[in-house]
């Protein structure tokens, strides 16, 4: 084997697997066909759960200086979708280019010994029962193949990865001739985060922290134009003005384009020994920056997954578990980044006054807006349902909370080793340190419980004895090794 597992593709759903599979002794290498990091990118928002998930990897600290954070979303020019009451350590979004969340998760999974093959693309792949060759070519045409045990694909939309699986990827556009531009601004917008539709198109602005703000447009009017035709400075302006009545002094485009917005999903997020995340399994509307956050949550479930089936300790199913636990995810995406789109695509002044109208009453209504940021934005209330669980929880996020011992802190902290977390004041049993640390909760009274990885709950008992310890322990991280 050259390697346990080959990432294809190093954008930041790659790089965050890389790095929790390098950290935990995987040999992993990636496959890139880029040379050179671009400073542009469509992605911009990280979310709450994704933050705690960076938090989880020690990384959210240095995430955050990069941008800006921002208290929620203003939509249709006066309904706010407020963040503040949000569980947890960030009721916010990060708003930041992807590039730099990129050189945090690249550093992090080169220091821990990740190899990256810069400059190269695949070819093809062939898989049989022992593992998976891959075929790459560098940029200049040298062949070489790769035998690894795993490939995930990571590529994005036009994955080869997938394509070479034979996975369907069924879909279609939902908005085409979108405009994208990151210019400077001479007035600040009343709200930092906003998008309005009107009779003429849309308009959604978001700033970057640092001076430079993202706004992506369609223009009704102009029709349906291909990606390849140079958006037009003014004509966005233009738009900026009929949405919110100015343009605010924009000026000094620094990149723009075109694009076409598509909602695809792949039938099986898994085929064989080979794997999908990110683009490579789902794309959508950028409707509430969920791209990047899903594919993010895409690698961080399926990391720890991969490490115990490379160790040889995964239970039955596990690889499995997977699919049944992101897919259902990523329809979800699917279907609200594209309502979120398709209410600011309206024509009709009487919709849009509906639109407006029903939105406004919602969210008026505390129930509701909370549950709108916790299901359709900030990944918090994500959750995996397990059909044989025997306690209320199971599949649940895990918040973070203190814990005591030699090493006190925070369970997110404690999490950071990529290994489960056994929540108990119970001596822990012998021959699972490999794979499972302990800590004690800080607080008397709290339940024990076994935290996933990717901080979410496997097992949990208000009185437990140590053969519950065992069991699940045994259940989870396969059977102990003494000696």
């Given at each position: 084997m050259n390697a346990d597992v080959v990432i294809v593709g190093a954008g930041p759903t790659g790089l965050l697997l890389a790095g929790d599979l390098a950290g935990a002794g995987i040999r992993v290498t990636l496959v890139e066909r880029r040379t050179e990091e671009s400073p542009l990118s469509r992605a911009f928002a990280v979310h709450a759960r994704t933050l705690e998930m960076l938090d989880m990897r020690g990384l959210a600290d240095q995430a955050l200086v990069t941008g800006t954070t921002v208290p929620g979303l203003l939509i249709w020019d006066h309904v706010k979708i407020g963040m503040t009451e949000l569980p947890g350590r960030h009721p916010y979004m990060l708003i930041t280019p992807q590039y730099e969340i990129e050189r945090l998760l690249a550093k992090r999974?080169?220091?821990?010994?990740?190899?990256?093959?810069?400059?190269?693309?695949?070819?093809?792949?062939?898989?049989?029962?022992?593992?998976?060759?891959?075929?790459?070519?560098?940029?200049?045409?040298?062949?070489?193949?790769?035998?690894?045990?795993?490939?995930?694909?990571?590529?994005?939309?036009?994955?080869?990865?997938?394509?070479?699986?034979?996975?369907?990827?069924?879909?279609?556009?939902?908005?085409?001739?979108?405009?994208?531009?990151?210019?400077?601004?001479?007035?600040?917008?009343?709200?930092?985060?906003?998008?309005?539709?009107?009779?003429?198109?849309?308009?959604?602005i978001a700033p970057f922290g640092d001076g430079w703000y993202r706004v992506i447009g369609r223009n009704h009017t102009n029709g349906d134009l291909s990606d390849e035709v140079p958006v037009d400075f003014e004509e966005l302006k233009w738009l900026t003005r009929k949405a919110y009545g100015t343009d605010f002094g924009m000026h000094d485009p620094r990149w723009m384009s075109r694009f076409h917005s598509e909602e695809r999903q792949a039938v099986h997020y898994r085929a064989g020994r080979v794997f999908l995340v990110g683009d490579a399994a789902h794309v959508h509307a950028p409707a509430g920056g969920q791209g990047m956050n899903t594919g993010l949550q895409d690698a961080a479930n399926l990391s720890w997954k991969l490490v115990a089936a490379v160790r040889g300790w995964a239970r039955p199913g596990l690889l499995d578990s997977y699919e049944r636990e992101r897919h259902p995810v990523g329809r979800t995406v699917l279907r609200t980044s594209g309502l979120l789109t398709r209410l600011a695509l309206l024509r009709s002044p009487v919709l849009r006054a509906a639109r407006n109208q029903i939105s406004g009453a919602l969210m008026r209504v505390g129930p509701v807006r909370r549950a709108v940021a916790l299901n359709m934005l900030s990944g918090i209330a994500i959750g995996y349902p397990t059909p044989d669980a025997t306690f209320a929880g199971a599949g649940r996020r895990v918040p973070d909370f203190a814990i005591d011992g030699e090493s006190p802190g925070r369970l997110y902290e404690a999490l950071r080793g990529g290994r489960f977390v056994l929540s108990t004041p119970l001596s822990p049993p012998a021959g699972w340190s490999d794979r499972a640390d302990h800590v004690v909760p800080a607080r008397a009274g709290t339940r024990s419980m076994l935290v996933r990885p990717d901080g979410y709950l496997a097992w949990a008992s208000d009185k437990p004895t140590t053969g519950d310890l065992v069991h699940a322990l045994t259940d989870w991280c396969g059977p102990a090794r003494i000696g």
């Open positions: 999974a080169l220091d821990n010994g990740a190899e990256l093959l810069a400059g190269h693309e695949v070819a093809g792949l062939e898989q049989d029962g022992g593992g998976v060759d891959v075929r790459v070519r560098t940029l200049d045409g040298n062949p070489r193949t790769l035998r690894t045990s795993y490939v995930v694909g990571a590529d994005g939309r036009y994955s080869i990865v997938r394509e070479a699986a034979g996975i369907p990827f069924p879909g279609h556009a939902v908005a085409r001739s979108m405009m994208l531009a990151d210019v400077r601004l001479a007035e600040r917008p009343t709200e930092l985060l906003s998008v309005n539709g009107v009779r003429q198109g849309f308009v959604f």
